[in-house]
């Protein structure tokens, strides 16, 4: 990953933490993402959570007696995360805290996971098919065989969806914006480093190219839209949230929905 990306994300531990929490919309993500893993996971194991930022996933699936190794390119992330760690009181739980890249995960041994986790689209910010392609090697390698595997992404028809509202300058940069539509290549992100944004049906390809049985897929957001527009507006009518709330249920796992949401999830399992 480049430095750009490590610096980055190395100012940002605080507010990833909260990104996920600060809003209907963004729960929406943790939410759906949990619900998943609660029905996938094994009752029991180790989980290594790979690329796991300021690890919201992993102390969640320590209160609930899992054991994660935590890794991730960022020092400061992993800094926060043993903070948010202590807090939750579940040190016990953590058998290891790794800076490394999923890129290479010669410190874990073939099969040593009962899970893998890489979620909030840490394999978007691998540049390159082909070495996306060996980072789901890397992730299946060190998972038991019948192991579930996880990964979350941003999903490129979201993404452009949303530019009309709120990126209106990467509509601007043309040569930029046009590579987005005909790749899902983004050098601008954020300060200007590199993300990819996928399509469901090549996401769905990386698992089945790595050895990977597809299980399900789901957009984490869904049918919601972001902003002060969107289902943040009825957070406090309880009617429309229970209402839409199921109606997230029902369609999340569609294949439409899936490939419109701004983050996209696919569960597999290691053959």
Request: proline residues 2%.
């Amino acid at each position: 990953m480049p430095n750009s990306i490590k610096s980055c994300y190395g100012k940002e531990a605080r507010k990833e933490w909260n990104r996920l929490a600060k809003d209907t919309f963004h729960r929406l993500e943790f939410d759906t993402t949990m619900h998943f893993l609660e029905r996938y996971l094994p009752r029991k194991g180790i989980i290594l959570d790979a690329g796991c930022g300021p690890g919201r996933y992993s102390i969640e699936l320590t209160k609930r007696g899992y054991d994660v190794v935590l890794l991730d390119i960022t020092p400061e992330m992993l800094d926060f995360a043993k903070q948010e760690v202590k807090k939750a009181r579940t040190s016990q739980r953590v058998k290891g805290v790794v800076e490394g890249s999923i890129l290479d995960l010669a410190d874990f041994q073939d099969g040593e996971f009962e899970a893998v986790l890489c979620l909030g689209s840490v394999l978007g910010h691998i540049k390159g098919a082909g070495r996306r392609a060996n980072a789901m090697c890397e992730l299946r390698r060190v998972a038991k065989k019948g192991a579930p595997i996880f990964v979350s992404v941003v999903g490129k028809v979201a993404v452009l969806k949303a530019m009309q509202l709120y990126w209106q300058g990467e509509i601007m940069a043309t040569r930029n914006f046009k590579r987005i539509v005909e790749t899902g290549d983004d050098h601008h992100w954020h300060t200007g480093f590199y993300c990819h944004f996928f399509m469901l049906d090549e996401l769905q390809k990386i698992f089945e190219n790595a050895g990977i049985k597809v299980l399900a897929s789901a957009g984490l957001e869904g049918i919601s839209i972001r902003g002060e527009h969107g289902i943040n507006k009825h957070s406090g009518n309880a009617k429309i949230m229970d209402n839409w709330m199921w109606a997230h249920g029902k369609l999340c796992t569609d294949p439409t929905v899936a490939g419109g949401s701004e983050h996209i999830l696919i569960v597999g399992r290691k053959v």
